[in-house]
C-alpha cells in the first residue's frame, strides 16, 4: 500500500472511531494522528495565515492599540491537557447534518459532517452541557475541506448552531468569506489554522503559522484576512478584527521551557492574529493529554508592552 493510501486509511479508521486526539499517548509517542497532521497543508504556503511578518513594519497605531488591551496584562494560552478547542477528523462516511443557524444568511449551508461521538469545545472540561463557544471543528482529509461551528447543540436528534463555514484547505482562505460575513469565529475566520497544536510544538518542535487571539473590546472594522466586526464601538484606538501582532525581535525567551521557546518563536516570526472577543491577549490551542501545562503556562511572563501590531492594510470600518 503506497504511504498517500496508508494516510487515508488512518484517516478513515480514525473518523470512524471519533478518535480523541493524542488520547492515550505518552509525551514525545508519535500518533496516528500526528502523522495525518505532519502531511496536512492547511490553506497555500503563501496564505496570510502562513505569511512569515518577522520584517514587517510596525503599525503606527501600535503603541495606542497595545494600551487600549493593556501593556501590563499577560499573554494567557488558553489551551492544555484539558483546555482547549478540540478537533477531529472526518470522512465521507461521516453523518452529514443540515444545521440551523442562528445567522444562518452568513452561514454556508452544509451539510455537515460530525460524528456520532464528536468533540465540543469546553466538554472536556465542563461536561456535555457546557456552556461557551461550543466551538465543532472537523477535518475531511481526502475532501481537503474543513468545517467549523459556533455554539454547536443537539437536541431530539438535531443539530444548532450560532454560525458556520466551510473552508477549502487547497485555496487561500481570506478570499472564500465574502466581506461583511461571520464564520465560527466573530472575525470571518476558521478557527483550526490559528490553533497551538501539540504535534507543532512537542514534534516538529516549530509552529508555522500565525495563531488566533482575543480581546475583550475591538472596534467596529476589520483587516485582511477577517471579513467580520464584532463591535459597535468606532474608537480608532481600539482593535479591528484581523490586526496581526508579533513579540518584539528583542525579546529574550532563553529563559523559558522548549515547549514555551517554539511558542514564542512562532509569535517572532508569524504572529498572531485577532480572531474574536473574548479575554485579553488569550491565545487559542487544542488540548492534548500529552501537553506540560506548567511550561504552556511560562507564556504568561510575556506581557502586553513585549509586543507590537504589524503594520495593517485598509481598515474596513462601520
Known sequence: MSRRALV???????????????????????????????????????????????????????????????????????????????????????????????????????????????????????????????HILCIDVEAGKLYELWSSWKKQGKWTAGSGAIFDLNKKSYLQRPKGWTSSDAAGLPVFPGLVRYDEVCLKKEIAHAVRFTVVKSCRGYVAPASHWASNKKDVNLPPMGMRVRLKANYDISGFPAEAQVVLKCLKKYGMILADNGSDWFITGAPDPRWNDDAINSLKKVKGKDLEVVKMGDVTRG
Open 8 to 134: 487515508w486509511a488512518a484517516v478513515a479508521v480514525l473518523a470512524g472511531a471519533g478518535a480523541v486526539i493524542g488520547a492515550g499517548a505518552k509525551p514525545e509517542e508519535i500518533t496516528a494522528e500526528d502523522r495525518i497532521l505532519n502531511k496536512l497543508q492547511v490553506f497555500p504556503k503563501d496564505d496570510l495565515w502562513n505569511k512569515d511578518i518577522s520584517k514587517e513594519a510596525v503599525d503606527p497605531a501600535s503603541d495606542a492599540l497595545v494600551a487600549e488591551i493593556g501593556t501590563g496584562k499577560s499573554l494567557h494560552p488558553d489551551w492544555g491537557t484539558k483546555y482547549g478547542i478540540p478537533f477531529q477528523f472526518v470522512d465521507k462516511k461521516t453523518p452529514r447534518y443540515d444545521v440551523k443557524f442562528q445567522y444562518a444568511d452568513e452561514c454556508d449551508k452544509g451539510p455537515y459532517p460530525i460524528p456520532d461521538n464528536v468533540q465540543i469545545e469546553g466538554v472536556l472540561s465542563g461536561g456535555a452541557d457546557a456552556q461557551g463557544d461550543r
